[in-house]
């Protein structure tokens, strides 16, 4: 994780969307002929970042929360007085496809603006049939209508709904929504909220298997809150990703490897929760795991749709090197969305995706923080920021 | 200082750099003749942002000593490959004041994006008479040659040059910088780096006065690593303010509340070292303290220019409501550099030194984090950013 591959002056040859070429500048001049040229300026040229966990699609915000939350009320403070996730999903709810639309055009353009030219988005603030659909509709529109490459996640096991017992919900999911989901291939993966109180082990396991019996492929929320037995139970279905990890052990860690699930790690969430437990990141990178970092955008939890924010976070709390950091935001995220052959790096055959930072060394990215470094962002060769 | 006055559809009237009047949009219509029109459209407007503590002109960066830390390695084992203060005061030294100049605007620019107006600096990165004088010069320059607002305060008791004992280079900034820089009129505040190792309460002592007797008001570092005595020492000699107060306790902040000194406190080092010893802000708040937060901007420690940044991690790391936090960048700001009367709010007679955000509340500006919400800077009533 730890080797990038540097092009000092380097230069690529785009052809219809995709890099043909990539090498140095003067033999890239030689081939180039007649082609259209643009000059980084010897500033930095990163692959666009993958941002492999986002709830993307959501209605308002949470500045009530926010504010009590400095204050210094507790969670289930917060969710009395009418806040935490439940006011999300009211507001969600009630919202036309056309005004969640244009809220997520909105973020999707600070994503754009922050060098991330591919978002994972999962569903989730719906929670009900119509809902869960209506805001996977949204998903696919923004995929279509702007430059973002948003890749589909179903999360209809975010929480239970409060007018029904978890096993009717698990019923619905399971028996409605999924096989809906999939006729409609409305997702690429399916996820599910894994914790004491949420989606204990064995009702995740269920809904899991019955999505990898659809075609989906599978990524899990785990060990956020408690050490439960996510990471355990995303090596026993060989889901894709096991995401967040602040609790899991040693024993978590070696289930992952033994399985090739990729850690998903969220440093966003637990900076803006104003906690301290980061997940365990360098016994992961040592025992060999392809850790990937992503925002895990979101109203509640993580207000944040910069990447190179959580390059800063990782290097400065986690301790992973810039390096690191820059593997686990692109081509390691990547993998974890199965398009490690498309996008993730700047390689021949791989789309055009791509930014340029007004930085001279790719440190930089991460060193300096709270400020737009964003000089320029491709994608498929077409500037767009 | 949870108090801020918001004025819904809010508008001013500006008159050859100054407001002239503050009321709503719909009066100042009526009596706005036929003034130019700035239509803000409905997003917040800001105070431009004061930032009361920075490092702002040094030469290069510290990347390398970036990577280290995230390696995981202590300051001593950096200070050994030649990283720390030391590689900055070398760089700051070699560089010529054009060069200087040049670091410092770039710098500049960012902070003026951020919503930054005005910002104290330190020197410190010389530490020799002509280096340190250099330094200020380039700050005088800033001042004059761009719309950011520049506080210089003299800060040549940073470390002890390594070619020089602690009682000869104190007799250097005694006996020679001191007089030169007053004389000079190059600085508003003189600063001293009061720790155990560094500066000793006593010698710390002896540089202040000298630099009061020569009409210089006083900041001091102090209680960054070690509760040292140097909120104590800032109470004593009725400093404007104390900074870091990372390591302060009880009577220490008892000590400031009775001299009236303000407190200026610095998360981005705190965050950027990966530590989580942020001060006892809500003890400091509810002692009746007029808490001031500022960036530090350096290259070492704290590499960030901006303020909602310091937003973000005052409300989320600290604990401080939003509007305690704006109330700490703004106005206390400004009172902690002797200019409330001018600057710091957006009041009648103060000079129009405002930003427009793309925010529909005042509260996303800490609550969205790693993104650039500025819509517009304005200093002086004309648009810079």
Request: proline share 4%.
């Amino acid at each position: 994780m730890s080797e990038l591959a540097i092009i000092r002056d380097g230069g690529m040859v785009i052809r219809e969307g995709k890099i043909d070429i990539v090498g140095s500048s003067n033999e890239i001049k030689k081939i180039a002929g007649d082609a259209e040229v643009v000059d980084a300026g010897g500033r930095v040229v990163f692959p666009g970042f993958v941002d492999a966990h986002t709830h993307l699609v959501f209605a308002g915000n949470r500045l009530d929360d926010f504010e009590r939350r400095a204050r210094g009320e507790s969670y289930a403070q917060i969710a009395r007085v009418g806040g935490g996730i439940w006011s999300t999903v009211g507001k969600t709810r009630a919202a036309s496809d056309v005004d969640l639309l244009a809220q997520a055009k909105k973020h999707g353009e600070w994503f754009l603006r922050s060098g991330t030219t591919t978002v994972e988005a999962k569903s989730g603030y719906g929670l009900t049939v119509e809902d869960e659909l209506k805001i996977l509709r949204v998903m696919q529109r923004l995929n279509e209508e702007t430059p973002l490459e948003v890749v589909p996640t179903f999360l209809g096991a975010h929480a239970v709904p409060r007018n029904l017992e978890t096993d009717e919900y698990i019923a619905l999911l399971v028996d409605e929504m999924l096989p809906q989901i999939a006729r409609q291939n409305l997702a690429e993966f399916c996820d599910v909220f894994c914790e004491r109180g949420y989606f204990d082990v064995e009702p995740s396991r269920r809904i899991l298997k019955a999505a990898r019996k659809l075609g989906l492929r599978l990524r899990i929320h785990a060990d956020q809150l408690t050490n439960s037995g996510g990471a355990e139970l995303a090596a026993e279905l060989n889901a894709t990703t096991a995401d967040h990890l602040e609790k899991t052990d040693e024993q978590g860690i070696a289930a992952l490897k033994s399985a090739g699930v990729q850690p998903v790690l969220l440093p966003g969430s637990v900076y803006a929760l104003g906690l301290s437990d980061y997940p365990r990141t360098r016994e992961m990178i040592e025992a060999g795991l392809a850790v990937v970092i992503a925002t895990d955008f979101n109203p509640g939890s993580s207000p944040t749709p910069s990447m190179p924010m959580i390059l800063s976070l990782a290097c400065t709390q986690m301790k992973m090197s810039p390096s690191e950091a820059i593997t686990a935001a692109t081509i390691n995220a990547a993998y974890s969305l199965n398009r490690g052959n498309t996008i993730g790096s700047l390689e021949a055959g791989k789309l055009a995706n791509f930014s340029i930072f007004d930085c001279e060394d790719y440190r930089e990215l991460a060193y300096w923080f709270g400020i737009p470094q964003t000089h320029s962002v491709f994608v498929k060769g077409k500037r767009v920021v």
